[in-house]
């Protein structure tokens, strides 16, 4: 199997997450540091416009979305699966909540002047990464709460964990991890990043010990590589093979598409289609700098229409 490169930035929380499965499932992997604001000229040849951070890049084949890595990285590596049978609805709805409601939440918290940190080393990075979040923003269908709701959605939040972790079990829903122990963990780590909430978890000592268990995963780096080598790296390989097949009323396989996600960083991904089912996505581009590269997205969240 070709290498995992991740293309990330160390702020992301997204990152964090897979950084962490990397780190739980031993799994060897190389950084490619992006810019934390556009352009990012290799990720996006690579993507086809998708600019959401992060990307994993398996050889030509690219996956968007940390719900898409994770499955991908399930079958890979030690230790026990991230989708355990008797609890895959509970894990994935919580998941899916944690990186959608309470992520929005987590940026009000992030952002709040008491708890940024040393988010922005200067005034002109700040003023970048407003503008470039403008753009980001254009298109998107989210709300995001104010600081009061977003407050008591995360102490209701933190509370019930503190419940659930409260008969001495090491994750979520156990003794062992599942995918919502590593949503979970990458937004406590973003809301705590600044460190102004910090009493929120000292307060509560069956999350810190959870926390702690977590963190440790995330510690695992991956070995430095350029952008200029992931190209190279994704021009000599091929994609992997797909069965071609499309569930989509009056978009069959060969069609010019764009994918793109459907609530916020609508930026499409431009490519034919060569598959589309009730999980992911999957169109075939061709660029310069890349080759022929099969680009994958989760079905969940997104959307495809006719080029
Ligand atoms: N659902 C996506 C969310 C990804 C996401 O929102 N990433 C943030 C960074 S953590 C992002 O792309 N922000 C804008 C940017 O970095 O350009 C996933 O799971 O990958």
Known sequence: MAELILHHYPESPFSEKVRAIFGAKRLAWRSLQVSMVMPRPATIALTGGYRRIPVLQVG????????????????????????????????????????????????????????????????ATAQAFAEDRANFAAGAQV????????????????????????????????ADWSVADFSVYHMLW???????????LAARSHVSAWMERMGAFGEH????????????????AEPLPVEQASDLPGLAPGTEV??????????????????????????????ALTGAVNVHFPRHGFGVTRY
């Open 60 to 123: 030509a084949d690219i996956y968007c979305d940390t719900a898409l890595i994770a499955e991908y990285l399930d079958d890979l590596g030690t230790g026990p699966t991230l989708y355990p049978g008797g609890q895959m609805l509970a894990a994935q709805t919580l998941a899916r909540w944690v990186d959608t409601e309470l992520f929005w939440a987590a940026v009000t918290l992030r952002f709040l002047p008491e708890n940024m940190g040393a988010f922005f080393t200067d005034p």
């Open 190 to 200: 973003f809301i705590h990043a600044g460190g102004g909430m910090a009493d929120q």
């Open 221 to 236: 780096a991956g070995e430095a590589i350029t952008a200029d080598d992931a190209l190279a790296i994704a021009h000599a």
């Open 258 to 287: 764009n994918v793109a996600p459907v609530d916020y960083g609508v930026m499409p991904s431009h490519g034919t289609l060569l598959r589309c089912d009730t999980n992911s996505i999957v169109i075939r581009r061709e660029h």
């Open 143 to 174: 709300r995001r709460p104010a600081a009061d709701e977003a407050r008591a959605r995360y102490a209701r939040f933190l509370a019930e964990m503190e419940t659930q972790l409260g008969d001495g079990r090491p994750y979520l829903f156990g």
